[in-house]
């Protein structure tokens, strides 16, 4: 079974600019995941995506944004670049009840590493 | 809203030694999941070891045990026997289990160095 896939690996922007990142859940699993991870901050919660909807976002500003498209595939958008947003974001994906109940287990993939200039 | 704290920053162990990284929470939840999870060098995150807060016992898988003692929200991972690929940071997770929502708050992560 194909683990969780992320695009593009490493990037490189200038301030002002935009960038989308792109997720691929493992097969069946419906619940998708983003997370920021800096040396300063840690790793913070971006926001969980279930049927295509946003169950719960973290605290961040506006410029973050993201959507889940009916195949449980998962974009996150980051708008305006600031320095600051130079991370890695990590999405994680997981299995949920079908009712909705989470189940659990975050099955993480291998980041996309985003520095801005 | 929920903090996780980890007070070890780094920590380092003998080959073959045993180790204890250690995890406090907070929360008004009562319905909630607790994790460990193991992040290598350059490599993906990965689960180790999970907690469901409404049982007593305490999880274990192969060389990982916790030490999950609720009234105190501590929960500590025990590593036996350790070896040099459990070299990595170790972060210690929370996620209340209610409303579905699949929010985890992590701790900031010990960095863990097996010696040989």
């Known amino acids: 079974k194909a683990g969780v896939t992320q695009t593009p690996r490493y990037l490189i922007k200038t301030r002002g600019q935009q960038v989308t990142l792109s997720c691929s859940p493992i097969?069946?699993?419906?619940?998708v995941s983003w997370y920021q991870q800096t040396p300063g901050q840690g790793l913070q919660f971006l926001f969980e995506?279930?049927?295509?909807?946003?169950?719960n976002k973290g605290n961040f500003p506006g410029r973050f944004s993201g959507r889940q498209f009916s195949n449980s595939r998962s974009e996150m958008n980051v708008s305006t670049l600031e320095l600051g947003d130079s991370a890695l974001y990590l999405c994680?994906?997981?299995?949920?009840?079908?009712?909705?109940?989470?189940?659990?287990?975050?099955?993480f993939g291998e980041g996309s590493r985003l520095t801005v200039l | 809203a929920q903090t996780v704290t980890q007070s070890q920053p780094e920590m380092s162990v003998q080959e073959a030694e045993t180790v204890t990284l250690s995890c406090t929470y907070d929360?008004?939840?009562?319905?909630?999941?607790l994790f460990w999870y193991k992040q290598p060098p350059s490599r993906q995150m990965i689960l180790v070891i999970r907690?469901?807060?409404?049982?007593?016992q305490n999880a274990t898988e192969n060389r990982f045990s916790v030490n999950f003692q609720k009234a105190a929200k501590s929960f500590s991972l025990k590593i036996s026997d350790s070896q040099l690929g459990d070299t990595a940071m170790y972060f210690c997770?929370?996620?209340?289990?209610?409303?579905?929502?699949?929010?985890?708050?992590f701790g900031t992560g010990t960095k863990l160095q097996v010696i040989p």
């Open positions: 994680a994906s997981s299995l949920v009840y079908d009712w909705g109940l989470a189940t659990g287990e975050l099955f």
């Open positions: 097969s069946g699993h419906r619940s």
């Open positions: 995506y279930f049927s295509e909807t946003q169950r």
């Open positions: 929360t008004s939840e009562s319905n909630y999941y």
């Open positions: 907690q469901e807060a409404y049982k007593q």
């Open positions: 997770a929370f996620m209340p289990n209610s409303g579905g929502y699949q929010k985890v708050t």
